[in-house]
Structures are given as structure tokens and as C-alpha cells.
């Protein structure tokens, strides 16, 4: 399989270089030179095979010529090592839950499989690699999990001082090996302009091996179809799949599963007041506005990179795309609204993000599947302003919180950073 621009234009691509190069340079995103079909018998066995077998089949159709089958099946079973349960919530309402892994969050998936494979290809360079990630909170730490322990790499977060979570902030600071937090004295655009002036810095980049995780790369996208297998593997045809949307990776990797084959009714596009995509399938306007900071703060994308992917997937057809996509968008209020009735009438809880995605079930009065993208107890402050009353941590985080918190201070200071970096 080759890859190439969303634009189309430029060269193919093998997948190594789709996911050493991250972004091709002509302003799109990589993609499959085609759509590979799952044949009837895997399709027919799928209920029979675990998700990590399952993985290994439809990953291969991406990825074989640069990875041989036992080396696939190996990161497969590593990659998908913990349980993506289907839980029911309330009537012909069930929660995808992807937020039983290392960082409680879906994007542990794709980062954890994007890490495996710089890996791989890294072998053969005895060079240093140092990873930058920019988080706000709630997904770097994906990305320095997906890494941690892994040879000749290092990791570097960079997170805004006092402005993400405890849960969250030891999630950063407590990994120790070859990660390292940086707490930065400013917020999280400083955060995020002190990586891009590190990319941007030929100095730099001479004398140290700089990559980044990008979320767009196509090693973090392909992997998130996996999760749409699992209604299928659990008995579940046809359905509604509401899913939390900010920048469009899990929702078009759903529908990538879906083109493969994967019987999925209806995808509903779930957002916060960024509502850029819900607008798009009302109206057929693509008009991104400028960003709105919502308590679903993963979420707050206003120009989502992979609309590029989803125009592509429909080859450019708006009538296509509104034949599969339902629009859903939700303000902070009804968010908290939601995250307080839904534990009320169903004693679950549900993060910011999910609490869209349910809701927009619960309102359309439709039976389905929404993706639970986190798990509650890093969103801490919001369910406890949602319930009005303090809400205990759940005890299997309770370890983390004991944990000693390590971070190196800094301002937002190019200067003193890049010093840092240099050692
Ligand atoms: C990243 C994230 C999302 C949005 O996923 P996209 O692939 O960017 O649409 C939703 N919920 C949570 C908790 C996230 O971290």
C-alpha cells in the first residue's frame, strides 16, 4: 500500500515515509492510495477473534510492506492490551469505553501505535531522537506513554503551570525513564509556540535529532478504526456511532472502517460550540470560525485537519457525506447538564467530551453507541461543578495521586528552553 497527499498531488509514499515525514509539504494529509476491502470470511469471523488479531489483519493491509507479520503482530497485541469494554447505560444506549488504557483516553491507541512503529524504524539510526509535545492537559500524555521506556528516544512535555488538573498533571510528572515534564510559566499556546519555535530553529536541528507525534500522522489515524469493530464484534450491526469530534481523527477513521466494509448505519458528528463540521452538514459550508475554549477543551479545534480526510473518503461528495453524517453540537451549560441528569438517571458518569456524544443519542431518541473518549476522573473540576458537591476519585487512581510529582520549572522563554533541550 502506498500513500499519498489529500491534494493528491506529489509522489507515493511507502508507509515508512508517511510516518517519518508526518505531513506531506503540500498543506495536506496522507492517505491510502486506495480503500482495501475486507474479504466476506474475516468480516463473517470477526466475532470469533480478539481485537488485537483482528488489528493485525486489517493494520497489514497498510502497513505490510514495511513491517513483517510477526513484527505487526507483536506491536498489535502490545498496542491493543487493555479492554475497550461496551457498557450499557441506559436503554439501547451503550458507552464504547476507550479510556482503560495507560493515560485514560482513546488517543492512547494511535499514540501507542504510532511509538511503536518510530521504533521500529528507528532502529537502524544510532542517533537520539527527543519528541516535543505541547499539551494542555489531557492528550500529551498519550504520546510520552507511547514512548515510555522506548530506546534512543526522549520525551519533552511541555504543560501549562497550575492550568490543567491534578489527576492530569501527575498523569505528566510521574513517568519518569526517558520522559521529562516541563511545567512552563504561561499558558498553553506558549506551550505549543515554544515547540514550533524548536521545529522552526535550524540551529537546533543540527545538533539534535527533533520529531514530533503529530496527531494527524497516519500511524496515530489508522489504528483508531480498530474501535469500530468492536460493536461488530460484540453482536452489534448497523448502528449508530455518536462520537466526541474536535479534530476529526476518530470519526473519519470510523468511517475509513466503514468504507472497508464495517456495517456502521450512521456516524454522528458530535461537537462543542466549535461547530464548524455540524455547520458544514446543515449547510454545506465549510466557514471555521475562530476558536471558542469550551469545557470539552480537547474538542475546542475550530479548523479540524481531517476534514481533509472525510472530503476524501466521500470523493468530495457533500451528498455522501449528509447520507452518513448526522449533525450534533452542545454548549458548556447543557454539557454540565448532561454529565449531572445522565448520573442522576443512570448512576454513570461521563466526561465533558462523552457527555456530548451521549446526549446526542439521548436527544435524537435513537438507540446506539456513543465513544466514551475519557474517563471522568480527569475532568474532575467540571463533574464536581456539574454535581454541585465534591466527587471522590475512583480508586484505581488513587495510586497516582500518591505518586510524587517531578517537573522542571521554566518560563516561556525560547532562550531558556532551547538551552534546556542542548543540556
Ligand atoms: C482528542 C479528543 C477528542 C477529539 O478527537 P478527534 O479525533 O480530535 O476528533 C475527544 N475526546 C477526548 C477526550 C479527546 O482527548
Not at 492517505?31 to 483482528?54: F, N, V
Not at 470510523?254 to 466549535?274: D, H
Request: negative net charge; proline residues 5%; glycine residues 8%.
Amino acid at each position: 500500500m502506498k500513500f499519498v497527499s489529500t491534494t493528491s498531488t506529489g509522489s507515493h509514499r511507502s508507509f515508512r515515509e508517511a510516518v517519518l515525514g508526518n505531513l506531506p509539504d503540500d498543506g495536506g494529509l496522507y492517505y491510502p492510495t486506495e480503500i482495501p476491502q475486507l474479504d466476506q470470511g474475516l468480516l463473517k469471523q470477526i466475532p470469533q477473534l480478539r481485537l488485537p488479531e483482528i488489528a493485525l489483519e486489517v493494520l497489514a493491509k497498510f502497513c505490510s510492506d514495511d513491517i513483517n507479520p510477526n513484527k505487526l503482530e507483536q506491536i498489535t497485541e502490545r498496542v491493543f492490551d487493555f479492554p475497550l469494554p461496551l457498557k450499557e447505560v441506559s436503554d439501547n444506549i451503550h458507552c464504547l469505553e476507550l479510556f482503560h488504557g495507560p493515560t485514560f483516553a482513546f488517543k492512547d491507541i494511535g499514540a501507542k501505535f504510532l511509538a511503536a512503529c518510530l521504533a521500529h524504524f528507528n532502529q537502524s539510526e544510532n542517533k537520539e531522537t527527543t519528541v516535543l509535545v505541547a499539551t494542555s492537559g489531557d492528550t500529551g500524555g498519550a504520546v510520552a506513554n507511547g514512548f515510555l521506556g522506548v530506546e534512543g528516544v526522549r520525551v519533552i512535555i511541555l504543560y501549562p503551570k497550575g492550568k490543567v488538573s491534578n489527576l492530569q498533571e501527575k498523569q505528566l510528572t510521574t513517568l519518569g525513564q526517558n520522559i521529562t515534564a516541563l511545567e512552563i510559566e504561561g499558558t498553553f499556546d506558549d506551550c505549543q509556540n515554544l515547540v514550533k519555535r524548536a521545529f522552526a530553529d535550524k540551529q537546533l536541528n543540527k545538533d539534535i535529532h527533533l520529531s514530533s507525534a503529530n496527531s494527524i500522522n497516519i500511524a496515530r489515524w489508522l489504528p483508531q478504526s480498530l474501535f469500530y469493530y468492536v460493536p461488530l464484534q460484540q453482536g452489534y450491526e448497523d448502528v449508530t456511532v455518536s462520537v466526541p469530534s474536535g479534530n476529526y481523527g476518530n470519526l473519519t477513521s470510523g468511517v475509513l472502517a466503514m468504507k472497508m466494509g464495517v456495517p456502521i448505519s450512521k456516524f454522528i458528528a458530535a461537537s462543542n460550540a466549535n461547530d464548524v463540521v455540524p455547520r458544514y452538514l446543515n449547510s454545506g459550508k465549510y466557514e471555521p470560525k475562530s476558536t471558542i475554549p469550551t469545557l470539552a477543551n480537547a474538542m475546542d479545534v475550530s479548523d479540524p485537519s481531517n476534514y481533509k480526510r472525510l472530503l476524501k473518503l466521500f470523493d468530495g461528495k457533500y451528498e455522501g457525506i449528509i447520507s452518513k453524517l448526522l449533525p450534533f453540537s452542545l454548549g458548556d451549560i447543557e454539557i454540565k447538564e448532561t454529565i449531572r441528569d445522565c448520573y442522576e438517571a443512570n448512576r454513570y458518569w461521563l466526561d465533558p467530551h462523552s457527555a456530548i456524544a451521549y446526549k446526542a443519542l439521548h436527544e435524537m431518541k435513537k438507540g446506539g453507541i456513543f465513544l466514551g473518549t475519557a474517563h471522568y476522573c480527569k475532568f474532575l473540576p467540571t463533574i464536581n461543578e456539574a454535581l454541585g458537591r465534591e466527587v471522590a476519585i475512583p480508586d484505581f487512581a488513587k495510586g497516582l495521586m500518591h505518586m510524587e510529582k517531578r517537573s522542571i520549572e521554566l518560563n516561556a522563554d525560547f532562550a531558556q528552553f532551547k538551552e534546556f533541550l542542548i543540556g
